[in-house]
């Protein structure tokens, strides 16, 4: 039975909630209405992947970063529609499809911002409108929500699978079974592992197996499964047309780095950890306790009705309810666990947005327990406790996070980027990081790490990268010194040879940095006769520069 929530409890937490919104709205705002140069240091470089795509998509009716030169499937199909579909329409100039990839960003970001209100300000419960504070005003989803990429999409389709699924759960409607079946489906297409988070719920909804009732519920929750596996079929089907491969480009690549890496936790986790506030000792010992409260809460109140749920036959929607919230924190449970362990296998591969599909499970693992439980309940006070605390590290720098670059050698692609539209050398130009490179330059920079491009993977896997360069005529490399410099980016990328290095001229540097990204450089590429090759290769695929 659900606990009186006071008044005074429930007043504080709507004011926190708006507190919050209006947080976001303004650092989202204060980041959107950056000047150019100062917005793309705010903007990860595989969004102008997703920028260029659509805009050579509409204008060329092919998905291709470097119009036509090779095809990719290397995108998530449902942000990559919408933008083509926003360009056709539109037209827009460079900077004015940037502008509206970030509004378009904010707006499917908002669905999950109001679920999480609405579930902070019915619950009434202090905890869960903190929590949301917490969450909204770090770096990390301020800076995706206008990020350009599919994030958004995930959170608010993981969002509304989960108030969907937890509200069919009470009362059983057909209507439900469309719904959960529709955005499952939507969510493969956002992004290929949506899935996992049906297949959790699935998975922890079996124990309602056990009467009639239960399996009518149960059923809901595989028709959400199915719906994403259904979206799975149309994504490897989508790539197969397109490329005549049914894997993405950017997953065979990320399998091919993965031989050089370690399987490592830690790169995922510390992502998750910037939901928190900057990660730090101290940060990672606060959610640590936090966790560890949430989960020994959700064993208490959840574990007899998940294992015992919807026993009693007939058409017991009362006595269902109270295992609503089991099942769905389960499977959120389930949901946090596989993630981990699926995105520990590349973890070089690890970027900011990939906490779109943690944020939901982690939102609901940690207030789901507390629902029910009375403000005074010890348990209940220490998590507010930690949060305050949380919350507190984070407000000091708050402000000056949204206002500091997380990638500030960004400014250096776009000018290089434009330099190449206006007074470019004759020839083609290909670039590892090419997302901004190529969208400035008008969308012909050829993608060399194979993300965006199709034809890299069996080059890199034999060490020729050099010999697609030849093959494709590619005259110039715009990138960093550390492409160059780096033994493991050389071998994951296939060029780690000492006489392709060596065919590499520097003929214009655009900055002078001596950190992090340096010395973005355009290297003319020598001609080398083409019977030298199989020598090259074989004699000095391993050398070391």
């Known amino acids: ?72 499937s290397g995108f998530h199909l449902l942000h990559a529609y919408v933008l083509a579909a926003v360009y056709s329409l539109t037209h827009a100039s460079a900077e004015q499809f940037v502008s509206f990839g970030i ?44 990020s350009v990429m599919e994030w958004s999409w995930v959170v608010s389709l993981s ?30 297409l956002a992004r290929t592992d949506f899935g996992l988070l049906p297949a959790a719920l699935a998975l922890a909804a079996l124990p309602a197996l056990h009467s009639t009732a239960g399996t009518r519920r149960v059923k ?40 050089y890496y370690q399987l490592s936790p830690f790169p995922i986790t510390l992502n998750a950890l910037t939901l928190f506030g900057t990660p730090s000792r101290s940060t990672l010992l606060l959610v640590a306790f936090l966790a560890l409260g949430a989960i020994i809460s959700g064993m208490q109140h959840f574990f007899t ?60 693992v940690v207030v789901l327990p507390f629902i029910s439980v009375d403000f005074t309940h010890a348990g209940h006070i220490a998590v507010v406790a930690l949060l305050l605390v949380l919350i507190g590290k984070q407000i000091t720098i708050a402000d000056a996070q949204f206002s500091t670059p997380i990638w500030p050698h960004q400014t250096f692609m776009l000018q290089a980027g434009n330099y190449l539209r206006r007074h470019g050398p004759e020839g083609r130009v290909g670039s590892w990081n090419s997302g901004i490179i ?14 965006v491009n199709n034809d890299i993977y069996e080059y890199a896997r034999r060490n020729e990268l050099a010999r697609f360069i030849d093959k494709m005529g590619i005259d110039y490399i715009l990138d960093f010194d550390n492409m160059l410099s780096s033994e493991k980016r050389r071998k994951r990328g296939g060029y780690n040879s000492r006489i392709f290095l060596d065919r590499l001229s520097p003929i214009k540097k655009f900055d002078n940095s001596s950190y992090g990204w340096r010395g973005l450089t355009l290297y003319e590429v020598r001609k080398v006769e ?4 199989e020598q090259n290769n074989s004699r000095d695929a391993t050398a070391q520069p």
């Open 438 to 451: 190529g969208y400035y330059e008008g969308g012909h920079v050829v993608n060399l790490d194979g993300l």
């Open 530 to 533: 083409s019977g030298r090759h």
């Open 220 to 259: 809901g929750a595989f028709v959400g499964l199915s719906g994403a596996l259904l979206g799975v079929l149309v994504v490897l089907g989508h790539n197969y047309l397109l490329t005549g491969q049914y894997l993405q480009s950017s997953a065979r690549m990320k399998s091919l780095w993965m031989s």
């Open 305 to 364: 009705p998940w294992l015992c749920a919807c026993q009693h036959k007939g058409d017991p929607s009362a006595s269902c309810a109270n295992t609503a919230d089991g099942v769905l924190w389960f499977g959120s449970v389930i949901v946090l666990v596989s993630y981990v362990a699926f995105y520990s296998l590349v973890p070089v591969g690890i970027q900011p947005w990939y906490t779109a599909c943690l944020i939901v499970p982690i939102f609901l």
């Open 103 to 146: 509004f378009l960003s904010c707006l499917a970001a908002i669905p999950a911002v109001l679920l999480a209100a609405a579930l902070a300000i019915r619950s009434g419960r202090l905890l869960a409108a903190m929590l949301l504070l917490l969450i909204l005003i770090s770096r990390n989803v301020m800076l995706n929500t206008v």
């Open 159 to 188: 969002a509304l699978y989960s108030l969907i699924f937890r509200r069919f759960w009470r009362i059983y409607q057909y209507r439900g079974l469309v719904a959960l079946g529709l955005i499952g489906f939507l969510g493969s």
């Open 1 to 72: 039975m659900r606990s009186p929530i006071h008044k005074q409890e429930r007043f504080a937490a709507t004011a926190i909630v708006l507190v919050a919104i209006c947080w976001w709205v303004y650092g989202a705002h204060h980041i959107g209405s950056l000047p150019p140069e100062s917005r793309v240091q705010f903007l990860p470089d595989d969004a102008y992947y997703y920028l260029t795509l659509a805009r050579n998509f509409a204008n060329q009716g092919m998905w291709s970063f470097d119009s036509g030169v090779s095809l990719t």
